[in-house]
């Protein structure tokens, strides 16, 4: 199964959506859309397809776990998520589907582009990744590099997560738990989503950082970090649980240190001057105080 979710907003970009959604070279798969906010007109681009509509205010992460436990209601294997206001090459559902055979999740090649498709960045993630597979949560601590819009599961090898109401990187906390739970993903070059770039993403993949989203990037690693403390503490990982308390700490170390506002002048200049080197994946770009001083100095 596919799944998206559309909302108020998106619509300029749906036809490119669902246009590849339509041109896949394998055909065999359902589509869910779930529908937050979209009126009837818009929304009647997706009358051939299973839907959900919401009728009341649900987080990101509450979303998505209606999407989770519709196919895991329905006996799906494969459940390949997708936003809608991005497009993907015409193959990616049959190489997440073939990968998806050998391996607990997968995640495919992302090209940034713009509003009007124009390509920003060819192959990004091919430029952030040292290998095809990811199977350690050290390279989940710090960063996530696996995005819910590139990615797909075996629903057959995984156990049904509730994902908590309030996380906002739902991609990095489903990745975690799956890393600790020893399953594996795989990095898929050969099928591509084209990333969109505009103000109403989360994050995007930005090559600066602001003031805003410094606060974002802050409230997200924290509500992330206390998710997966909480998790190895439930789920007797008591070798990372260190790990993600350490990293509570240094972050309440750096936000009494922005309470400064010539320390956060310079945290940011830092940032920025060191982009290249410093970013390595969504949220990577917030650094803890000892990281930060390697780059000042």
Known sequence: MLAGVVFKGVERYLKDYVNSINEQTDKAFDVLIVNDGLDGEAFSRFDDFNSILLEEKFTIAQI???VFDYAYNHNYTNLIFSDCDDYFSDNRVEYSKKYLQRYDFVFNELSLIDESNTILHEDFMSSLLKGNEL?????LIDKNVVGLGNCAVNLSTIERLTIPDDIKAVDWYLFSCLLLQNKTGRFVNQC?????????NLVGMKRSLNIDQLKLGITVKEVHYGNMQKYCVENGHSEVLQTYENRLDALKALKEELVDDEFMKNYIAAINQNYDAVFSGWWSDILTIKQFQSYAN
Request: charged share 25%; net charge positive.
């Open 135 to 139: 199977n350690e949560i050290a390279i």
């Open 192 to 200: 591509k989503t084209y990333y969109r770039q505009h103000g109403g």
């Open 64 to 66: 998505r776990q209606i």
